[in-house]
């Protein structure tokens, strides 16, 4: 081909183009396609068409609308921030809750385990206890070694369970009959 036809093909071209925006601008239905398809364009994408375009009135409404669509994406993203920054406010409550929650479970535990071991004064033993102790029953053992005092010592028994026989509820008249009749051997 020679620089001639390729001319005179693109001023065709541009001819049907032109022709094709005049009778796309008077139908609004082939419009609305349009506008359509360059909604779902990225803002990037329609910035990029805008300034490649040569005409200055469709480029002002072009980026009006790119100025209210920026705007209304700044004050979603202002109320996102403060939601955030709420949100983060209420996380660190709670999570200071949590953490006075774990500190009282595991004094609890701790106490639970010194009353378990006979502890009179668990409260005041259970502050003595290292924060980092893994095994908490050989320390008590230990402990329990060192301060006895501390602990009481365990009821031991030694096989059965003797019952005394059931005491009469006696009046106090019967009760010196009763002695009585015990001193007399009778």
Same mark, same amino acid.
């Given at each position: 081909m020679s620089g001639t !036809? +390729?001319?005179s093909f693109d001023v065709q071209n541009s001819e049907q183009n032109e022709q094709n925006t005049s009778q796309n601008l008077q139908s609004g239905t082939e419009v609305t396609q349009k506008e359509l398809q360059q909604e779902k $364009?990225? /803002?990037a994408q329609k910035m990029d068409r805008l300034l490649r375009s040569s005409n200055t009135n &469709?480029?002002?409404?072009?980026?009006?609308?790119?100025?209210?669509? &920026? =705007?209304k994406y700044r004050t979603a993203s202002k109320q996102e921030a403060e939601q955030r920054a709420v949100l983060e406010e209420k996380t660190k409550e709670i999570q200071k809750e949590l953490d006075a929650l774990k500190i009282s479970h595991r004094s609890l535990k701790i106490m639970r385990a010194l009353d378990k071991a006979g502890c009179i004064k668990s409260? $005041?033993? =259970?502050?003595?206890? /290292?924060? +980092?102790?893994? +095994? $908490?029953?050989?320390?008590i053992e230990e402990y329990k070694v060192q301060n006895d005092f501390l602990f009481k010592e365990k009821k031991q028994s030694y096989g059965g369970s003797f019952k005394p026989a059931a005491a009469?509820?006696?009046? /106090? &008249? !019967? !009760?010196? +009959?009763a002695y009585i009749r015990a001193a007399l051997g009778r």
């Open positions: !036809q +390729d001319e $364009l990225t /803002p &469709s480029m002002k409404k072009e980026i009006e609308k790119l100025r209210k669509e &920026s =705007a409260e $005041l033993v =259970a502050k003595d206890i /290292p924060q +980092d102790c893994e +095994d $908490l029953e050989q320390f009469k509820n006696l009046t /106090p &008249s !019967q !009760q010196m +009959d």
